[in-house]
C-alpha cells in the first residue's frame, strides 16, 4: 500500500465539497488509508482567516482523523537541502521535506509547485490521467 500525504489545497477542495464524482471516491480512498498531512498544512487549514464558525468545526474534526508530522529538526534538514536547490516557497518546502520523510506521494492540485523536488512523487486527482487505484 502507498503512502500518501495531503497536501491543504486538497483538504479545501474536500470540504468545500469541489471534488467532481470522478474524484471524489479516490480521494476518499487515500484518505481512509493513508491520511498524513505536515504541520504546515494544519496551520494553513485552521488558520484561514475567513473560516465560518461552522466550517473550522469541520475541518477540526477532519483533521482530527489525520497523522500530523511535527517539524522535527531531521525535518528541518531536509527542508534546508530543498530549498537550497529550488525556489519553493517554505511552507512547500516543509509539505514536500514531510512527504519524502514518509517515502509518501504528494496528493495535491498545486502539482507544478512541487515540480523541481528530487525524489518527490506527486498525485494530483484533478489530472485524469494521474488517477491511483
Not at 502539482?111 to 491511483?132: M, R
Request: with cysteine.
Amino acid at each position: 500500500m502507498n503512502e500518501y500525504l495531503i497536501d491543504t489545497n486538497i483538504l479545501i477542495y474536500y470540504l468545500a465539497g469541489a471534488l467532481t464524482p470522478e474524484e471524489k471516491p479516490t480521494v476518499d480512498k487515500i484518505l481512509q488509508d493513508s491520511f498524513n498531512i505536515s504541520i504546515i498544512t494544519k496551520i494553513e487549514l485552521l488558520g484561514w482567516k475567513d473560516h465560518t464558525p461552522e466550517g473550522l468545526i469541520k475541518a477540526r474534526h477532519l483533521l482530527d482523523c489525520a497523522r500530523c508530522l511535527p517539524l522535527t529538526d531531521m525535518l528541518a534538514e531536509k527542508t534546508i537541502e530543498i530549498r537550497s536547490y529550488t525556489s519553493i516557497s517554505l511552507p512547500d518546502a516543509v509539505i514536500a521535506a514531510s512527504a519524502l520523510s514518509l517515502d509518501a506521494i504528494l496528493v495535491t492540485r498545486n502539482d507544478k509547485d512541487f515540480l523541481h523536488v528530487n525524489g518527490l512523487s506527486v498525485y494530483n486527482p484533478f489530472k485524469p490521467a494521474n488517477k491511483q487505484s
